[in-house]
């Protein structure tokens, strides 16, 4: 006699399966991984932000008792394959491209740019190696600004460009831009600025690889978002055949981003590892997490908005400048996104949008939990200033121009519809969550009593994954592919190209799969981190919760069907009379019949079962994403300002959030609350500061501020009904908006606080000196 | 080299090391003990936060031959069965941590703390945590994980008998 479980996995806070490692130490972090030679490696680090190397001498590294190797810049050009920034190359970059090596040569370009790398015995003698290490450098003037790199006179970082333009600069309108503007009652300008801040994971990058000269294939234990993206890194710049790279990934300490590929120093060490044959680990220290590993953000706007005297925003026109430091990659490619999204959930009429792309002395710009950010920014700000300049709550601006949801939905002017989007929703349910006019009061009283409170609201929408293309058969994020296996103990064996690194996909995905072929949670185990073995994917751009959730259920489908047919032939009875339930198959209406699935996994793996049956418990599945959707929401804060010290306090955090439908509530909301943590940290805290001189001046955590428990607030989440698009797949991806709508809402809480000194804020870097400068030039 | 006495998890070890290395490399390395992570090297992130005679202790500032002679415990040894201690099974329910690089760090710096103020409240934990940082969560599903280890303590303390 079987119980029929009647409740689902999917929808509930089940608990993590990667906790109990986690919790124990006993989790498998690349720097915990330990091969018999391994030697370690170290870089030694530009000092310099733009200069000539005149000589690097290592003479006297490689004569230190306990050094195996010291590579300079020439040393590992003639051991690997020259090209740019891997990125570029897989999303097809056409446009200027820089020619560099994996190691300084000619010049450096940035305070921390790799010169040399010294392996040795031990991580402590490769660093007493760099000491020794001598760089004769001659000085160039640093381009530490954009401002500056778009000046024809600057030098040019990279020879081979003859100037420092990463990406031309390009114009796109929709809709019509000059109507709109020459229309419209006020046309308003502002400038705003986005300042450099970065990923900053627990843990830093980091490789061991391991080169087998027998085998003639390399081995590289990773922390990467994508073993087989780093497979095709490797491959391409070692000049090997992809099929010779295996790429291994376990735990992984956090990423946000950054852990895309392979980095130009986990190649220098998977070249050192070939060229000694041991085993190489590099795991980069704090410092040069924070000098060189990659930053993000920096970018300027100057925009015009056309707005009607009643509050209509009919319009916006752009001019951007990104800042994507040296060594361009992922800076070239946000713009673009940014002027899809915008518009955002409004029903603009027009857009331009310009973009030019700089390339400057400082860390290269990296991808950082939704990267595009900036545009939300931008939006949610100008609709405040524009609310202030006539007079209207920052809540009705947004509830009047938000599109309505209609059939068919409304389309972005960029070209998107935007169907299933409950910005409207949010809004409104923001309103009855935080009593605005109650916290007006509050706030009027507290003035009274000297103290500064303020309110702000933003709202966004995120192509997590967006919506189908109502033109095309396309996808809205292409293809995710998953092998899904009933082993011969009848566990259902997932096999996905994610690489969860947080994300706790061996928990969801698990939960999906168990549902939908109907064995218990514990029944389902999630392979993971070995490119010999899983399908090519990717964790990012907030994908997996509709792509690998939506392949997982489809998969879990197929391979149902497979096994009620073999079933069926072994149970001789038709494989449209019998179900699974709780790990178990049976003939519908007669729970007498029950076989355990692995039993019915065994008998396939026997060989004997005595018909002629397809005993191959597998399938290859594939999914494109179903109708997609967009996930969004708007969020609330309420601050308080000491106009003494400067000091921010973040007193209240409500988040109204539609990303579908919940797939685990606690990871969904680990991941919103994670994300305006950064957020918060973002605006109050952090920054990558650089010197004039191009000297980098964050390269701690006493310099580089980090948000901990006492200045995160207890932040409300809650779920809106979500408008389901598809059939089967309603779950959207929730991975980046708490990063990309904190900003907006903290920054426009505290410029209300601000209010009674006249300031209005036009970037987003607020620590204590700005605000008091603020209040200041306000009071002025 | 220096040889060096110590209790870890409850175990006595010996240790042969340079003077320079750490408590942290020589726990990673020469023990194979690797739950503890090191975060920033410069005593900032508390990821690599052990207990040394009962004091929670930030083992990259510490060096190794300073805990000759000493107690020391890692999240290893927090529950020697290879199962969960009270505070890491309320951290699990809780949905505390999510890419876990800090957690070894946050347990022990909670194990210590908790060890001390039984009945600490919500901003007191805040507090106590606020050396150890945490890139993923925002931190409110830690400090839950705390608060109900602490009132689970507290249920058992004030009555024993209760399921």
Redesign the interface.
């Known amino acids: 006699m079987t119980a029929i479980a009647a409740e689902r996995y999917t929808g509930a ?1 089940i ?2 399966s ?12 690349v ?2 991984i ?1 091969l018999p030679g391994m030697l370690h490696a170290a870089f030694v680090r530009s000092p310099m932000a733009h200069a000539r190397v005149l000589s690097v001498d290592v003479s006297a590294a490689r004569a230190l008792p306990g050094v195996v190797a010291a590579l300079t810049g020439a040393d590992l050009e003639a051991m690997t394959v020259p090209g740019p920034d891997l990125l570029m190359t897989l999303m097809g970059w056409a446009g200027p491209t820089p020619e560099f090596t994996l190691l300084a040569t000619d010049k450096v370009r940035f305070v921390g740019d790799p010169v040399a790398v010294i392996v040795a015995q031990s991580r ?1 003698i490769a660093e007493d190696g760099c000491d020794l290490v001598e760089v004769d450098y001659d000085d160039l003037p640093p381009v530490v600004t954009a401002a500056l790199a778009l000046d024809p006179g600057s030098p040019p970082l990279f020879a081979n460009l003859g100037d420092n333009i990463a990406s031309p600069h390009s114009r796109s309108e929709f809709g019509d831009v000059s109507g709109t503007f020459a229309h419209a009652d006020r046309i308003i300008d502002f400038h705003i600025d986005v300042h450099r801040h970065q990923n ?4 830093g990058r980091g490789c061991v690889a391991s080169y087998d000269a027998d085998l003639g294939v390399m081995t590289v234990h990773a922390a990467t978002q994508s073993v087989h993206v780093t497979r095709i890194g490797v491959a391409t710049r070692l000049g090997m055949e992809p099929d010779k790279v295996r790429v291994l990934a376990g ?4 990423s ?1 981003g950054l852990k895309i590929g392979a980095s130009r120093e986990e190649l220098a060490v998977s070249a050192a590892s070939r060229l000694l044959g041991q085993p190489v680990k590099w795991v980069e ?2 410092s040069e997490n924070l000098t060189a590993s990659g930053q993000a953000r920096e970018e300027s706007f100057d925009v015009r908005a056309a707005v009607s005297n009643d509050g209509d925003l009919l319009g916006l026109d752009a001019k951007m400048v990104i800042d994507t430091g040296s060594y361009p990659g992922m800076g070239t490619m946000v713009p673009a996104i940014m002027q899809a999204m915008l518009p955002g959930p409004y029903k603009l009429a027009a857009l331009g949008f310009e973009s030019t792309a700089a390339i400057t002395n400082k860390a290269p710009y990296v991808a950082y939990r939704g990267p595009w950010a900036s545009e939300t920014f931008v939006r949610e700000r100008v609709l405040d200033l524009i609310a202030k300049d006539l007079g209207l709550d920052p809540l009705d601006i947004r509830l009047r121009n938000v599109a309505p949801r209609t059939d068919p939905p409304a389309v972005m002017i960029t070209g998107r519809p935007l169907a299933g989007v409950t910005s409207r929703e949010s809004l409104e349910r923001v309103a009855q969550l935080v009593d605005f006019p109650a916290f007006r009061r509050r706030q009027a009283e507290a003035r009274a009593q000297g103290r500064y409170l303020g309110i702000g609201v933003a709202t966004f929408i995120e192509a997590a994954p967006g919506p189908r293309s109502p033109e095309g058969p396309s996808g809205p994020m292409g293809l995710e592919s998953m092998r899904l296996r009933l082993e011969e103990d009848g566990i259902v064996a997932l096999f996905t190209g994610q690489m969860p ?4 996909h061996q928990t969801t995905l698990a939960q999906i799969a168990a549902d939908e072929f109907g064995v218990p949670f514990e029944q389902v185990r999630v392979v993971i981190g070995d490119s010999d073995i899983v399908p090519f994917g990717l964790t990012g751009g907030s994908r997996s919760a509709t792509m690998t959730g939506g392949v997982a259920l489809h998969g879990a489908r197929q391979l149902k069907a497979k096994v009620l047919d073999f079933a069926a032939s072994v149970m001789e009875v038709s494989a449209q009379d019998l179900l699974i339930t709780d790990g178990n198959v049976w003939v519908r209406g007669d729970p007498a019949t029950a076989i355990s699935v692995s039993e019915i996994a065994g008998r396939a793996a026997s060989g004997q079962f005595g018909v002629d049956a397809d005993a191959k418990l597998e399938v290859e599945a594939t999914f494109d994403g179903g109708e997609g959707g967009w996930s969004g929401g708007t969020h609330c804060a309420i601050v308080e300002v000491d106009v003494e010290t400067g000091i921010v306090k973040v007193e209240r955090y409500v988040a109204v959030e539609d990303c579908g439908a919940l797939i685990n509530p ?2 969904v909301e ?1 991941q919103i ?2 994300g ?3 957020g918060i940290g973002a605006v109050l805290l952090e920054r990558s500061a650089y010197g004039e001189d191009g000297s980098f001046q964050s390269a ?3 310099d580089y501020l ?1 948000p ?3 200045d ?1 607030p ?2 409300e989440i809650e779920h809106l009904e979500t408008v389901p698009l598809d059939a089967d797949v309603n779950f959207r991806g929730v991975g980046e908006g708490g990063m990309i709508i904190a900003p907006p809402t903290v920054v426009n809480a505290i410029e209300d606080a601000l209010s009674p000194f006249g300031v209005r804020i036009y970037e987003q870097h607020l620590p204590p000196g700005r605000i008091l400068e603020l209040i200041s030039t306000g009071i002025d | 080299m220096v040889d060096i006495t110590l209790r870890v998890n409850g175990a006595t070890c010996t240790g042969s090391l340079e003077a320079r290395k750490t408590l942290a490399d020589f726990l990673r390395d020469d023990l194979n003990l690797t739950g503890t992570h090191l975060g920033c090297e410069h005593g900032v992130c508390g990821a690599c936060t052990v207990i040394v005679d009962g004091r929670a202790v930030r083992s990259c500032l510490m060096l190794a031959v300073q805990a000759a002679g000493r107690e020391v415990t890692t999240i290893e040894g927090l529950a020697p069965d290879g199962g969960l201690g009270p505070l890491q099974q309320a951290m699990w329910d809780s949905h505390s941590f999510q890419c876990g690089f800090c957690t070894p760090g946050m347990v022990m710096q909670a194990t210590a703390f908790l060890s001390d103020h039984p009945d600490a409240g919500e901003q007191q934990i805040r507090e106590a945590l606020s050396g150890n940082i945490c890139r993923c969560t925002g931190y409110q599903s830690i400090v839950d994980g705390v608060l109900l280890a602490a009132e689970r303590k507290q249920g058992s303390d004030h009555d024993g008998n209760r399921g």
């Open positions: 806070s608990k993590r990667e906790d109990p490692r986690i919790l124990t130490g006993a989790g498998r972090y720097d915990d330990k402590y900053v994971p627990m843990e735990d992984i300490g956090g946000f220290d704090r690194h947080g994300q706790s606690a990871v680990g609350r994670g305006i943590a950064q701690t955590f006493m980090m901990t428990a006492c995160v207890r932040i």
